[in-house]
Every structure is written in C-alpha cells, then in structure tokens.
C-alpha cells in the first residue's frame, strides 16, 4: 500500500536518525559536521520536514549522499527487451 507524504518524510527521518545513532553522533554533532543548523535537524527528525538542500548536506556528512544521488534511478531492466528499449533516448515533451 502507498504511504502518505507524511509517513514517507516520517520514514526518511526515522531512518536518517537511526543512521546518525549508529555513527554515534549526536544531533549537534551531525549539524557541526554538515553545516545545517541544529534547529532544522531536530524538525526533521521530529516532523520529517527539511529542505531538500539540507537534507542532503545530512546525507553527506554520514556518507550516504550515494542514496540521494540514485533516487530516481530508472529500475534495473528485468529482461533484455527492456534493457534494449531503455537505452533507446527518450522523447522530451511536456505531458498533463
């Protein structure tokens, strides 16, 4: 089942958290470290909002940018017929 926005941007913190906690960093220290302010972080780790800025900065200062960077990764072709279609280039053109 789809998650809300909220239960996502809830998950995301939760796990950015547990991150830092494996780190054994605190909420300051991981502010210190990625220059985002200690206020913004203890938001998004209580209300999942952040700036999509600043969350990166997080993501790297544990060494977890590559998460962000894959994002919105195409999914691996599950057949050789994909594979050969994904590597066609795509149209670009405005959709509704």
Same mark, same amino acid.
């Given at each position: 089942?789809? *998650?809300?926005?909220? *239960? /996502? =941007?809830?998950?995301? =913190?939760?796990?950015?958290r547990s991150? $830092? #906690? ?10 210190? $470290? @990625?220059?985002?302010?200690?206020? @913004? #972080?203890? $938001? ?6 952040? =700036?999509? *800025?600043? #969350? ?5 200062a544990l060494?977890?940018? =590559?998460?962000?960077?894959? /994002?919105f990764a ?5 057949? /050789?017929?994909? #594979? ?13």
């Amino acid at each position: 089942m789809l *998650e809300t926005v909220q *239960e /996502l =941007a809830d998950g995301v =913190a939760a796990r950015l958290r547990s991150v $830092r #906690l494996d780190v054994d960093l605190t909420q300051a220290g991981l502010a210190a $470290r @990625s220059g985002v302010t200690l206020a @913004s #972080l203890r $938001r998004f780790e209580t209300t999942g909002q952040i =700036a999509l *800025e600043s #969350l990166i900065r997080l993501a790297q200062a544990l060494g977890r940018d =590559a998460d962000i960077a894959t /994002l919105f990764a195409p999914p691996p072709a599950a057949n /050789l017929d994909e #594979l050969v279609t994904s590597s066609k280039p795509r149209r670009r053109g405005r959709r509704s």
